[in-house]
């Protein structure tokens, strides 16, 4: 079984969102504390405006495709490298041959075209909006078609949202923000599975074949395991499927069912000071259905699965604040206090079949459903877990004629996911800024006429991260097992009762520039943010029983820093048109500072290691191929030069002076010979 991604950006109407903002320094993201490592994003929707009730309804049309195929060999070429390959080895009769099709043409097929395809997309919304002195209101309704570049893939979403504020009494607001969405989608695997990877069958199956025979059949293998060899005397060097074939009769199917809004009372007590509070929920109803046909595919070992899961989540939030504005002459203060309460719910479970009796209960006859009875083997199972997090903050600003400005905030959070006497953490922020532009000396030097506004500012915050992969990282839990035909519990997961929250401090500075009446605006930062306590596996001895041999702990850090800059103009604005130009740029460099006994951290093409880039490149270093037989060549970590085929681990020693000579034989070791081939993140 598996977990569907989520994307909450797709169950909002575009059309409802009135401005995205992307919050990324310290200063700004403080007030968020543990939630807010990765920078804070924004999302506003829209609301009525004063004046006559507005109706709008907005509809576009459009298709969709892949920018540009990648080239492949036609069936010619293929034939030709595919013998000459087999010569190479020491086959001397041909193997690759044309296939014919009716007319006794040879076939060449390019199996993107049996995977592309042009997709219709199509986005209806009607909204509804307005505004008095006492109401606001803005509802709407949407719906979206969108079939995908990939044959199968397609998304269907309807989406309402109600929004309303009421004034009452002179002192009291309250109001609602809710929305509903349904969103569908289908499709099958785009990766790298060498059964039904679509895009990788595409580019790998030999093209010398047809897609199906010339009676209509699908072309497949006598066995049905994969696609059929057409002329060839052998398979070529793949056990890929015939892709069209698992389009055809494979199904997967997503549907999610979401509600999610707030309901908020603002009360004023006295002039500057509001109390309010805000409840916030976020329910997601989710199921997925998988069918994998019997005859062939992923479905052919199991003679066909079935499967259903149901991934009901709910999330609440219960925030109360108690705002405080004033003005005194020249001063400005704006202050918070609040408390914040969060719960969420995660549950699931699935049942599947495999060993189908009838294919009749398959997704392709419209029997989207599990009968017990047409499976000769069933399986179920489940999961549900909570979490909780409860929060303490405040904030203060303070500006002295619009030029001095000071913000300084402190939030206190508690999360279950941590054990008792970890559970808290200390989150404080706080940044400084200073309008050059408002300075008497900087309005009275001519020469800088030009520029409208120059701000300098600077900021610090230390937030946290929550986002622990698990809801109870610090308890030991078990799993169902199977032991022969006993069943039981085992050892899932070994608690670490010490583990904290990981911690991120920001710092920055920077400036703001606008020139020309605010025509151009420039920003240049500088930030450097290190990562304290990161959580990652420390081994532990294989006699511990551990499983995975690892155990989570707080043994890592790492640094992140850079410039980033960014230049806006307008162009042209006028009541019918505007014109305006972005431009951004960010240099950034990362670096491991420490990890568990400074032990690297091996994944299967990246490292961690101290001192290096975070997620360097790791792997053997190649030399190229020998020209006298074309076995790749590889540097050893004693800069030794060998040759040989990772695949069936046979190596040699390579002479350049005698380079067809295989007579000494050699090793590459997974530890020893490899080596960090590069940065996998981008400078800038």
């Known amino acids: 079984s598996g977990v569907t ?234 056990n890929y499927t015939n892709i069209r074939y698992v389009l055809d009769h494979n199904v997967f199917t997503n549907q999610n069912l979401t509600l999610n809004g707030t309901a908020f009372l603002d009360a004023r007590i006295i002039e500057g000071l509001n109390l309010r509070t805000q409840i916030g929920i976020n329910n997601r109803y989710g199921e997925d259905y998988l069918y994998y046909d019997p005859i062939h595919g992923d479905g052919k070992g199991s003679n066909g699965i079935v499967e259903n899961q149901y991934l009901p989540e709910s999330n609440y939030v219960w925030t109360n604040t108690l705002n405080y504005n004033k003005n005194f002459g020249n001063h400005k203060i704006g202050a918070v206090v609040g408390a914040e309460y969060q719960k969420t719910k995660y549950r699931s479970f699935y049942a599947e079949g495999t060993g189908l009796s009838n294919t009749y209960f398959g997704a392709t006859n419209g029997n989207n459903n599990i009968i017990s009875s047409s499976y000769a083997t069933q399986l179920s199972g489940g999961d549900n877990s909570q979490n909780s997090l409860k929060s303490y903050f405040s904030r203060i600003n303070y500006a002295f004629k619009d030029r001095y400005l000071l913000t300084v905030s402190y939030r206190r959070d508690a999360l279950s996911r941590l054990a008792a006497g970890h559970q808290w953490a200390g989150l404080p922020g706080a940044s400084i800024g200073w309008r050059v532009s408002d300075e008497g000396f900087f309005k009275n030097t001519t020469a800088l006429n030009f520029i409208s506004d120059f701000k300098l500012r600077a900021g610090y915050a230390k937030v946290g991260n929550t986002n622990l992969n698990s809801n109870y990282p610090f308890a030991n839990t078990f799993a169902p097992v199977q032991y022969g035909a006993q069943s039981g519990l085992g050892y899932s997961n070994q608690g670490n009762p010490d583990l904290s929250f990981e911690t991120n401090k920001k710092y920055n500075a920077g400036l703001d520039l606008a020139f020309l009446k605010n025509r151009i605006n420039v920003t240049a930062d500088y930030y450097k943010n290190n990562n304290d306590n990161l959580i990652l596996s420390a081994p532990v001895a294989g006699s511990l029983g551990i499983p995975g041999n690892a155990i989570a702990k707080n043994v890592g850090s790492t640094s992140n820093k850079g410039f980033e800059f960014s230049v806006n103009s307008v162009n042209i604005t006028n009541k019918d048109f505007s014109w305006t130009t972005d431009f951004n740029l960010t240099l950034s460099k990362t670096k491991v500072l420490s990890l568990n006994q400074n032990q690297d951290v091996i994944y299967t093409y990246n490292i961690l290691r101290v001192g290096q880039t975070i997620g360097a490149f790791y792997g053997y270093q190649s030399a190229g191929v020998n020209p006298a037989n074309g076995n790749p060549l590889y540097v050893k970590g004693n800069g030794q030069l060998i040759q040989g085929n990772i695949a069936n681990n046979t190596y040699y020693n390579y002479d350049p002076a005698n380079p067809s000579a295989l007579t000494t034989t050699n090793t590459l070791s997974s530890t020893a010979d490899k080596k960090i081939l590069g940065n996998s993140l981008p400078t800038y």
């Open 5 to 238: 991604p989520t994307n909450p950006l797709a169950d909002i109407n575009p059309n409802d969102i009135e401005s995205i903002d992307v919050l990324k320094d310290g200063s700004a993201t403080a007030i968020y504390g543990s939630r807010a490592s990765n920078g804070v994003i924004l999302v506003t929707t829209k609301k009525g405006k004063l004046g006559t009730p507005r109706v709008n309804y907005d509809m576009w049309a459009g298709y969709s495709q892949v920018a540009k195929k990648l080239s492949v060999l036609n069936a010619a070429q293929f034939i030709q490298i595919s013998n000459e390959k087999f010569a190479n080895s020491g086959v001397t009769t041909q193997v690759a041959f044309p296939t014919l099709d009716a007319n006794n043409n040879p076939i060449s097929t390019n199996w993107q075209d049996v995977i592309f395809r042009t997709g219709f997309q199509q986005n209806h919304s009607l909204s509804l909006s307005g505004a008095n002195e006492t109401t606001n209101y803005f509802f709407s309704g949407a719906y979206t078609d969108q079939d995908g570049a990939i044959d199968k893939n397609a998304l269907t979403r309807y989406s309402f949202r109600a929004k309303v504020e009421q004034k009452a009494l002179k002192i009291l607001t309250f109001g609602f923000n809710t929305g509903i969405s349904y969103v569908k989608t289908d499709g099958l695997n785009t990766g790298a599975n060498n059964l039904s990877g679509n895009v990788q069958n595409a580019l790998l199956a030999f093209p010398n074949v047809p897609v199906f025979n010339t009676n209509g059949s699908y072309n497949l293998s006598a066995d049905n395991v994969r696609l059929g060899r057409g002329a060839n005397l052998r398979e070529i060097d793949n």
